[in-house]
Structure formats: structure tokens, C-alpha cells
């Protein structure tokens, strides 16, 4: 799973680049932090691992008709990609990788840590050994101007080979 504050920035970023969705900021965000918030992630995450992730399972049992859900889907698109596409290498050194980013992502992206996830945000100075500020800026700006209908669209019409199509333009 890509920490709290990665999920938040994609998540703020997503709402400042569509704004034409009307957003419940409350309900949209309560989704972006569910998936996490569970002992056993594999149930929420649809698969036994978080870059395991299987978005055509979690369209089966949601539909993205509500801001929750949306939010919940943008939480499993950003891990899937930040595990399948951004990273190329999972080890304990990520969890300090994050630390040590959140508060240059939280100055970025003014991020707003929500009161139930404050004592879970941590802060670490230090060298990053897998992520870089760079990649997460890249990673945040590219999922943010996603359409999730449009991806949400292709995931249904391709079950079996969804994985391949969610990164194309």
C-alpha cells in the first residue's frame, strides 16, 4: 500500500483536476482512506496483497455511484500502479521512504491529514533507498489526471486483460 499521505495527495490533486465532478470532500476522502484501515487489507484490496490489487473484483461487488466508492477505487488504482508500474522493488525500507517524504508531499500538495489518520503519519529525515521525490510527483500528476469512468469502462469491457489497459492514454 502507498502510504496515507501519497493517497491523500493523489486524492486532493484528483478533485482539483476534476472539477466538474461535484465531490462530497468528507465521503470521497473517507473512501481514498478505507482500504487501509483494516487489519486484513487482502479483503479490501481484492487480493491477497496490496500490489495484488484487482480492480475488475472490486467493480464486480461496487459500483462507483457514490463518492466513497470513487474514492475507495482511486485508493486501489494508486496502489495497483504505485506496485505495478512505479516502483520496482518492495522491501521495509519503503514504510522509511515515506516517512522521510511526507512532509516535503504534505508542503507540496498542501495536504490535509484527517484527524483518524494523524497518529499514523510519521516523519523521518534521512536518505530514500526505493522512492524519490521526483517519482512521486510524477506518479501523483499522472494518476490525479486520470478519468476513473474511463478507466472503470475498459476494466469492465476486458476483464481478463484489464491490467494492461489502465496505463495507455
Known sequence: MAGHVIHLAVAQEYIKKHEKEKFDYSNFIEGVLFPDSVTDKSK???GEISPKVNLYEFLKENKLNNQFNRGYFLH???DYLF???YISR???DLYDDYDIL???LIEKYKVII???VKNQ???KQGALKILSLELMEKMIKEISEMDIDIITNKINKNPEGWRN???EK
Open 83 to 85: 506496485y505495478n508500474h
Open 44 to 46: 479490501t484490496h481484492y
Open 121 to 123: 503519519v510519521f516523519f
Open 102 to 104: 511526507n512532509s516535503k
Open 165 to 167: 489497459l489502465i496505463i
Open 114 to 116: 484527517p484527524e483518524k
Open 90 to 92: 518492495i522491501s521495509t
Open 76 to 78: 486501489l488504482l494508486t
